[in-house]
């Protein structure tokens, strides 16, 4: 949470540089992506232990406890599909940042691989929370549901 504020105050630093000084930072606007992207995506596995994110809701509050159970198992395993691929590509893309020293097609050309680090370990904790939910949802379908 206190990331938002750290980002704040970068993209505040740099308006005010540039606007009375006339000298703005040429790192603020990356560092600023690469703040947010840690913090969403650092911050999809707690959002999802908590029961924060949004669903659309057509027909599943309808659902009886048991129903919505099974449906959210099945969902998830969508979910769980896709963040093992993208898991894959982090690692791979995270692994190619590592070896090869890439960095970032700018003035201020950062190394890239501190963020890819933090996104493929995001991308992993949203991983076995989606395990998490998963095993939750079959116990809950099955009529013994988890705390």
């Not at 449906?71 to 940042?97: E, P, Q, R, W």
């Amino acid at each position: 949470m206190y990331l938002l504020y750290v980002m704040g105050a970068i993209l505040l630093g740099s308006t005010i540089s540039r606007l009375l000084l006339g000298v703005p930072f040429n790192w603020a606007l990356e560092m600023s992506q690469f703040i947010l992207s840690a913090y969403y995506l650092l911050g999809g596995a707690y959002t999802m232990q908590l029961g924060g994110h949004v669903r659309m809701d057509l027909f599943y509050s309808r659902l009886a406890a048991r129903k919505r159970a099974v449906t959210d198992a099945i969902t998830v395993l969508f979910v769980i599909f896709y963040l093992v691929v993208l898991l894959g590509g982090g690692v791979s893309s995270t692994n190619y940042a590592i070896v090869y020293g890439q960095q970032n097609y700018s003035a201020w050309a950062p190394v890239l691989w501190p963020i890819k680090v933090i996104m493929t370990f995001g991308v992993f904790m949203l991983l076995l929370q989606c395990i998490s939910s998963f095993f939750k949802d079959v116990a809950a379908a099955r009529g013994r549901p988890i705390a």
